[in-house]
């Protein structure tokens, strides 16, 4: 059990839903990211959140939309997605931004 | 740029051997480097955090060095177990910016 929770652990989602990746952190931590972990590539920073701001995004399609109503909770909204955008999406969190960050287990997202 | 590369991509070891996981960086100014643990459609667990000013890091039987001058970083896994098969990944962090990742060392440790 770690100190960031995600989910749902899987979804599999039409092109035409609409759905949403929930993650909480329980560690009193100012910065929350999400990532996208697809096969044979590197992790990729999509969204960064400090204090509750967008501090970066890393031109990721208008299809994924995040919101944090509060430190302690990320959202990616997840709109008319393709067949490309099945991956791994991972959320985390750090103390400060860009400080040691603490992994989620992750959303299994396929796109069918 | 920097770019981070992990050697090997793949390695399959029996049971008890100590091994050593790869991970070479292209500019070395760099504010810490961490290597991490996946387990197969997992999250990641953090394994060790070396800051620019060390040399070495241990938690239990891993090892990770840094040699900042050379771009290198290697994970020491002493006598090790089956519960050691993962993916160890290893990224490194400019000052103040995001983690640059490897795309990570698929370990088996066979019984």
């Known amino acids: 059990e770690t100190g960031v929770t995600q989910t749902p652990r899987h979804l599999v989602m039409g092109m035409t839903n609409k759905k949403s990746l929930k993650c909480e952190q329980h560690?009193?931590?100012?910065?929350m990211y999400w990532y996208k972990q697809s096969a044979k590539k590197p992790l990729e920073l999509m969204f960064v959140y400090s204090l509750e701001e967008r501090v970066e995004n890393n031109s990721v399609p208008s299809r994924f939309s995040p919101e944090c109503p509060n430190s302690s909770h990320l959202f990616l909204h997840l709109h008319t997605l393709q067949p490309e955008d099945s991956a791994l999406y991972l959320c985390?969190?750090?103390?400060?931004?860009?400080?040691?960050?603490?992994f989620g287990q992750g959303t299994r997202l396929t796109v069918v | 740029k920097q770019e981070v590369t992990q050697i090997p991509a793949a390695l399959s070891v029996p049971e008890g051997e100590n091994l050593v996981l790869n991970c070479s960086f292209t500019?070395?100014?760099?504010?810490?480097l961490q290597w991490f643990r996946q387990d197969p459609g997992k999250g990641l667990t953090s394994l060790l955090l070396i800051q620019s000013s060390q040399r070495e890091q241990t938690s239990g039987r891993l090892n990770a060095s840094l040699d900042k001058s050379s771009g290198r970083s290697t994970l020491y896994i002493a006598a090790s177990q089956p519960g050691d098969s993962a993916t160890y990944l290893c990224a490194v962090r400019p000052a103040g910016r995001k983690l640059i990742w490897g795309l990570g060392t698929s370990l088996a440790v066979n019984p």
């Open positions: 560690l009193g931590h100012n910065a």
């Open positions: 985390a969190s750090s103390q400060e931004e860009y400080t040691e960050a603490f």
């Open positions: 500019d070395s100014a760099i504010y810490n």
